[in-house]
């Protein structure tokens, strides 16, 4: 009896794109190739959970900008939720650009700028770019990513007061589970930052703690300095990023101290991403500048998005901010900033 060639079974594929008139023209170019069988649409995050659930697709398409969560908060989630190819579409967007390599970082299998011009050989390269993430032949950045340490020997610290906690909550939610260790800086009396720490561990996929002194750091840990007698510091040794506590000083006007805990990454700022978040006052200020002179990352809180516009003001006044982002996307943009080449090196 002659063997034949099955025909390979289609590719299931969900749209998911705010735009109605996006969302049929996907349809409508998916639907004419052999290779994929559109089994459902979504406007919104919430709508794509209920889709993806019900049809079990194997790729997915997935806008960048998206009512509710955008395309790399809900990217995340999906990640820990149902790991699955997923191709990044935008307006404006390059398969080298900082968001694409976030993107992948996240788990994206690939990104895929949205054509101006629909010509036949675009939608087919579309087609392909799906097809091809869909049989896994597109290799996810994330995993090489993994393997070659991405985040080695880079850290994120956060400072805030007033209105910080609901900022933190917001920031923390961006962060991938392998986003660099985390360590903050929130004014607030122990007794609140006990039930904050709790809160944070129940509603988080990271594990949340307090820091304290010697602990060593990992790529996925988020630690609250305690405010207690002592400050919290970060320092580089041993091949690792650990918490160093120095005792108060009576120079000192707060505990914990963002700008103590900031000036003490300085010898290593290279590979050091600062966020300061909405407050009173301005600590935090000279120790973002000190980073920010040493080649750190910084970037400060936008006031349209600050409860008080005090820390994140005192540092854009000094110029210790390199830019402000609205507090929905300023932990994609400090990951983007983390991923892009070295300023300096760990020594």
Known sequence: MDCQTLPQKAFKTVVVDDSITMRRWLGSVIAKDRRLDLVGTAASDQVALEVIKASNPDVLT????????????????????????VVMLATSISSDSAYARLAMEIGAACCFPKPNIPTPDTMH???????????GLT???????????????KILLIGASTGGVAAIETVLKQMPDDAPPIVIAQHMPQSFLDSFVKRLDRQLSQSVGFSRDGLRLSVGDVYIAPSLDSLT????????????????????????????????ATPWAGQVGALLLTGLGNDGAKGMLCLRQNGGRTIGQSEATCVVYGMPGAALAMNATQEEADIDRIGEVILSRLLEPKHGAVR
């Open 233 to 264: 510091c970060v320092t580089w040794h041993s091949n690792a990023w650990h918490i160093q506590d120095v005792p108060k000083r009576f120079d000192h006007q707060y505990c914990p101290s963002v700008d103590v805990l900031f000036a003490s």
């Open 62 to 85: 997935l806008d960048v900008e998206m009512p509710g969560r955008n395309g790399l908060e809900f990217l995340a989630h999906l990640m820990r939720l149902r790991p699955m190819p």
């Open 139 to 153: 290799t996810s950045v994330r995993k090489a990513a993994q393997s070659k340490d991405s985040y080695y020997g």
């Open 125 to 135: 390269a579309l087609c392909d770019t799906i097809v091809s993430a869909a049989s």
